[in-house]
């Protein structure tokens, strides 16, 4: 009996400890303290800041009654100068329903409100355009496109966030019309930043992009986006794998998105697991979840392979994992290791460019022309530096001058 007892306390002081050390693995307890320190003190990380200061009765008589009513005149008689009279020309609202936040899932529209302002901020540090977050309580995609509708005459574009597959494509898709740009961040900006680090990763790699073998883990709003960027290039072919296998023609539990994949990816309709699509794959894309890419995964790629592990907090592999089973060119999420790839480092210049330019309506060949401006900035990439961080001061500017073409 006593032999027993033992070998029980033993195995629930090895959960414990695995327990504890996944807990530090989402962030470090000292850490976590600081975060909610900081949140705690500043109670909320953006700010509404009058452009006028209010001091003199004159001053306020043009900003207020009676003289606010001439730029009132001037928009009922031709509304386009709301552009120009209103803070409409450099204005985001950050929209989510809190149903996919980061990778904690369904937290519904007030524990959003942090990622969103974060979001704002981000708009406002590295863009100059002041962003507001719009978390909104239903979750019904009528209920979320018929409010957007009705806050855009204030907006000069719609950033939607952390809202979950399929209803993130309906929402998108019924607001193309809206007169303003409307993006998904998670899908595009995602897309944009992926198929960057790609271009450079396949210059270190020594690799030809119509002849790369890639494979996706995940097939939700981010990797359907970023597949459909990238096959623009042609590459020799792409598959996808969600939690069931390999997206196949012989699946019979296809989503109706999923199913649309098919006509751009799998080409001799190949059947499986992840670990039969990595066989010989030139390039790994993780858009999943933690620890997924093992190192027999890693052994059966094609020589030199590309890894882009970007599941978050924790990716598919983490980077030292990947460095000792002689992975060279590798890239996470995350901002504590090199070659960050993070849809951070899109939106606030791909958002500046449409609203510099007026642009309504987001196309591929935009989203092709960023990624490039984005990837030429890096003249010599190498396996520690493919892509430009999000403080390199380049990145705003070269995003916007790839899109005054379009408007």
Known sequence: MLKYNIIIVFLLVIFIIDNLRFSRMILPMGQKSKAIQLHR?????????AKIHLQTKATLSLAYTP????????????SKKVWDLTMKGNTVAVVSDGSAVLGLGNVGAKAAIPVMEGKCAIFKEFAGIDAFPICIESQIVDDIVLIIKNISPVFG????????APRCFEIEDQLQDLGIPVMHDDQHATAIIVLAALLN?????????????????????????TIRLLSLLQPKDIMVVDSQGIISRTRQDLTVHKKQLLKITNKKDVSGTFADASVNADVLIGLSRKGLFTQDIVKSMAENPIIFAMANPNPEVTYTDAKKWDVQIMGTGRSDYPNQINNSSVFPGFFKGLLKYRISKITDEMKLAAAYAIANLVRKPTSDNFIPIIFDKRVVPAIVNSLKKFG
């Open 41 to 49: 003190k500043v109670r909320g990380k953006i700010e509404i800041k």
């Open 67 to 78: 003289g606010v009513a001439e730029p009132v005149r001037e928009i009922a008689a031709d």
């Open 157 to 164: 574009g719609i950033n939607i966030e952390d809202i979950s």
């Open 201 to 225: 990763a396949a210059k270190v790699a020594k690799k030809d992009l119509s002849a790369l073998k890639i494979v996706f883990s995940g097939a939700g709003a981010a990797a359907d986006a």
